[in-house]
């Protein structure tokens, strides 16, 4: 079974410097996909960035980019300029490529931004 | 954006009692899941639905719980006797199909959630 793992439970960063959120997964699949979730005061999940491990490009969306190293099994999420709206709570997230398999989450990291 | 709709966004039900959790996938979607995330804890998976059956279950989703499509549109998750325990933020989600190389589906979408609190 995949298993996800976020190490740091809370971190923060002062508004406009970059901050990296860590997580490690172990599988032993070579084809799957991994995501970050997004989820403010709300609950509500936002898809913020996401990486097919066939490609070797690093994904970004904007001030989110992301680490992808396949062999040690990392994918760390990068916020540059961090803003006050950045502050919530982020999940990593895997799934295989077979099919349309679930997601497995890991434990999140809450974000807080520091005006 | 096409969204996910949950309603409602709140219930509040007595233990023992049947609740009755809903949600309008994506119209093209396929692929139909429940998560739920107790406070302050992880996200978890209950269960996928595709083709008009369960395709997967977590231990976690046992005789109490169950799924429908009853008309095409709707998704529901039925929990029919509630406990304490069940309290939690449940959250739908639909997914196209997600393939391999470079026609992959965008993937899921998530709702936002119904709130379960059982007293």
């Known amino acids: 079974a995949q298993t996800v793992t976020q190490s740091q439970p809370e971190m923060s960063v002062q508004e406009a410097e970059t901050v990296t959120l860590s997580c490690t997964y172990d599988?032993?699949?070579?084809?799957?996909?991994l995501f970050w979730y997004k989820q403010p005061p709300s609950r509500q999940m936002i898809l913020v960035i996401r990486?097919?491990?066939?490609?070797?490009q690093n994904a970004t969306e904007n001030r989110f980019s992301v680490n992808f190293q396949k062999a040690a099994k990392s994918f760390s999420l990068k916020i540059s300029d961090s803003q006050l709206g950045d502050a919530a709570m982020y999940f990593c997230?895997?799934?295989?490529?077979?099919?349309?398999?679930?997601?497995?989450f890991g434990t999140g990291t809450r974000l807080t931004i520091i005006p | 954006e096409p969204e996910v709709t949950q309603t409602p966004s709140h219930q509040v039900t007595q233990m023992g009692q049947e609740v009755i959790l809903r949600c309008v996938p994506i119209?093209?979607?396929?692929?139909f899941y429940w998560y739920r995330q107790i406070l302050g804890q992880k996200v978890e998976f209950l269960v996928s639905?595709?083709?008009?059956?369960?395709?997967?279950k977590s231990e976690i989703f046992d005789d109490q719980f169950s799924v429908e499509r009853p008309d095409g549109s709707n998704f529901t998750l039925k929990i029919r006797s509630t406990k304490l325990e069940d309290s939690a933020m449940y959250f739908c989600?639909?997914?196209?199909?997600?393939?391999?190389?470079?026609?992959?589906?965008?993937?899921?979408?998530f709702g936002s959630g119904t709130r379960l609190t059982v007293v």
């Open positions: 997230a895997y799934r295989s490529a077979r099919g349309n398999e679930k997601l497995t």
């Open positions: 639905f595709y083709n008009n059956e369960i395709s997967e």
């Open positions: 990486q097919e491990a066939y490609k070797q």
């Open positions: 119209s093209n979607h396929l692929y």
């Open positions: 599988t032993s699949e070579s084809d799957y996909y």
């Open positions: 989600a639909s997914s196209d199909y997600l393939g391999q190389g470079e026609a992959v589906g965008y993937g899921y979408t």
